[in-house]
């Protein structure tokens, strides 16, 4: 039977991916600390460790061993900078040990924020980054980049076998559904649902690009378990982009909801523009996004909905 280790396995992503290798008969381990995720995602026989990523370590062995504990809303990160440069410095060390001592395959979900104000859409993998290296956003940002560079290390040091993700704006049912720290596509639905203002960030024309939690998992189980890709950094993520208005609107639309948009001041460094080149994705992985954005949003809407009663 496979083992595997997943840090951030209550969360949102993590929680899909848990029920996937539940499919296949893993035997699994989470370690979360439950700091962004409040309520249990997983299911009972799942081995549970309430612990943070950043002090963790274990003598036990795995074949698989995925590092997804951090903390990606802005409004959460911005107010816990020094939590979320641990959670990938030293957590992604201790996950990268452990799949050391285990010869395990180490996977670990960057962020399409690696490459900040992008200027090259859709933003291929070759692409430096353009990312402000001290600002407020620079604590989520640069923490992935050296988490990339640390994994990169361990690949060429010790021929640990590493695949390093980058995901788009995933979204689905579960997602952290709270206030503010709850990111665009629960906020937009929440404040929709209950008919109050919606509110954009600057003028509403920068662009994002959304990926269902579906097709994420189906990329993901994909890399994880292919042969070959040891050392590969991949896009995942979708290269349909929408502006935070269109896309607000799209939500008002299927809701039917009364609410009006509302823009106050732009957040600093908030990327323009945000697109997958997924050219890589589709030949590494064969794999493309599924999920139209009208399909995937009723689907999450529906989540939201039913909580909200
Ligand atoms: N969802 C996206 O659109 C997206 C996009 C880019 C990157 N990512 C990355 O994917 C990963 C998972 O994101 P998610 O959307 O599932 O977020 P999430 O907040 O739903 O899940 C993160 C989980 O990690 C746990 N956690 C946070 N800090 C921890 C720590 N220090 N120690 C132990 N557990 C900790 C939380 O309690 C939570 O259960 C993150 O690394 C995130 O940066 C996600």
């Known amino acids: 039977m496979n083992r595997i280790l997943i840090s ?13 290798a539940l499919k296949y008969n893993f035997e699994i381990t989470v370690v979360d600390d439950f700091s962004t995720m409040k309520e249990i995602n997983i299911p009972d026989n799942i081995d549970l460790l309430k612990k943070n990523v950043e002090t963790f370590s274990t003598e036990e062995k795995f074949d698989y061993v995925i590092h997804l504990a951090a903390r990606p809303s802005p409004e959460d990160y911005i107010n816990h900078p020094i939590n979320t440069i641990l959670s990938n410095s030293q957590g992604t ?19 399409s924020e690696v490459y900040g104000n992008a200027s090259i859409i859709p933003t291929p993998e070759t ?21 990339e560079a640390l994994i990169m290390a361990y690949y060429r040091q010790y021929h640990v ?18 206030g503010e720290y709850g990111r665009v596509i629960p906020r937009f639905i929440n404040w929709a649902l209950k008919n109050e203002n919606i509110i954009i960030f600057g003028d509403g024309e920068q662009t994002r690009s959304f990926l269902y939690i579906d097709d994420w998992v189906d990329a993901t189980w994909k890399f994880l378990t292919a ?21 607000a609107n799209k939500i008002k639309e299927i809701i039917k909801s009364d609410s009006k948009l509302m823009n106050v001041a732009e ?23 599924k999920t139209e954005l009208h399909e995937g949003l009723e689907k999450t809407i529906v989540y939201f909905k039913e909580r909200l009663q």
């Open 267 to 289: 957040r600093p460094d908030d990327p323009k523009r945000r697109s997958a080149d997924l050219t890589k994705a589709k030949k590494l992985l064969n794999w493309r996004p």
């Open 8 to 20: 951030g396995g209550n969360g949102f992503l993590g929680s899909f991916l848990t029920e996937k």
């Open 161 to 178: 076998d590493v695949r390093i993700q980058r995901p788009f704006n995933v979204y689905g049912p579960r997602i952290r559904p709270d």
């Open 93 to 111: 060390k201790n996950m990268l040990d452990i799949a050391k001592k285990s010869n395990a395959v180490f996977m670990y979900t960057s962020s």
């Open 227 to 247: 042969k070959n890709l040891s050392g590969q950094v991949i896009n995942i993520g979708s290269d349909k982009e929408i502006t935070i208005n269109n896309f």
């Open 127 to 147: 692409y430096y980054g353009y990312v402000n290296p001290n600002g407020i956003r620079s604590c989520y940002d640069e923490s992935k980049r050296y988490s």
